[in-house]
């Protein structure tokens, strides 16, 4: 479901874009300069609180979408398919994408009408910055933001900076934004966030600052089979890891058998060095540890919510 959800992501925010800068085209021949100040104000607020507003979306939108999958097919893990997927991204991304996408073209004509001889320095300049960002922010976001604030911290702050420029520009247009951005990040500081959010949609039993994440006991046994309770993980709405408790070397995922069959041709059933790279619910290493004694494994996670969660209830 990564590779669906990532390509949603990237195809609906480019969508948006695109959009916003049709847009922010036809607003820049149209209106004189000083009316251009104030679209990109009203853009960037709009930006502002549009992009608050996915902390909620993306939680009413996944009650919704599992909600009719499980009234249509009977089964609310139908959410995980691919056109689910892009229909909640496009809910909760294309308005903050297109509101965001209206600003470079305005701001171009506002930076060529004031510098009319170095038209073409200016409108590369500009691009160049808007590129050069959109790289600070990817790896922002990767390496800092979400690991060191959570995705409701980096969404927050991306609200507090579109809020602030439209301050820049039009101060008292833009305090229709700055209030909601203040709420909601006194809520997030206060703790109450949490608490909103898990009214809307069911708690996870550990929200990370990477994923929500859940464990479930199953029965996995057969028709003629007697029961067999294994621990589920998942992340969102993606079943991630089943673990047997009673016989950890027992793997019941096909990817995981996989996994474990290429060095099994090497190996056999003796022991071996592993480095995972991700741990997960951990049950290919909990498997080597049971089964292959005298195992050197160095598991590598970078989400410690997951790991602890592995360790108590996996």
């Keep these: 479901m990564s590779l669906h ?25 149209r209106y004189s300069v000083l009316a251009c100040q104030a679209w990109v104000a009203a853009a960037c607020a709009a930006a502002s609180l549009t992009s608050i507003a996915t902390l909620f979306l993306v939680k009413i939108m996944y009650v919704v979408i599992t909600s009719v999958s499980d009234h249509l097919f009977g089964n609310p893990l139908y959410v995980q398919r691919s056109w689910a997927i892009l229909i909640m991204t496009t809910m909760i991304f294309f308005v903050p994408s297109l509101f965001s996408g209206i600003i470079l073209p305005v701001l171009t004509k506002i930076a060529v009408e004031k510098t009319p001889a170095h038209r073409g320095g200016v409108i590369g300049t500009l691009y160049a910055v808007a590129t050069a960002g959109s790289i600070a922010g990817a790896l922002l976001a990767g390496y800092v933001l979400i690991a060191f604030m959570g995705s409701m911290g980096a969404v927050i702050t991306v609200s507090v900076i579109y809020a602030v420029i439209a301050f820049v520009f039009k101060p008292r247009l833009s305090m229709l934004a700055l209030a909601p951005v203040i709420v909601a990040f006194a809520l997030v500081v206060g703790g109450a966030g949490d608490k909103l959010l898990a009214a809307i949609a069911p708690p996870c039993l550990e929200e990370s600052n990477y994923s929500c994440i859940s464990v479930f006991e199953t029965d996995i046994s057969t028709t003629n089979e007697a029961p067999r309770m294994v621990r589920m993980l998942k992340m969102e709405a993606t079943i991630h890891s089943l673990s047997d408790r009673d016989d950890p070397t027992r793997l019941h995922m096909d990817y995981i058998r996989g996994a474990d069959a290429i060095p099994a041709l090497h190996h056999g059933d003796g022991p071996m060095d592993s480095f995972f790279l991700g741990g997960g619910g951990f049950t290919l290493p909990r498997a080597y540890v049971n089964g292959r004694p005298g195992s050197r494994i160095v598991v590598a996670e970078i989400d410690r919510d997951m790991e602890r969660v592995a360790r108590e209830h996996m």
């Design 5 to 29: 959800t990532w390509t949603a992501i990237i195809a609906v925010v480019l969508a948006g874009l695109s959009a916003g800068n049709f847009i922010g085209g036809r607003l820049a021949d």
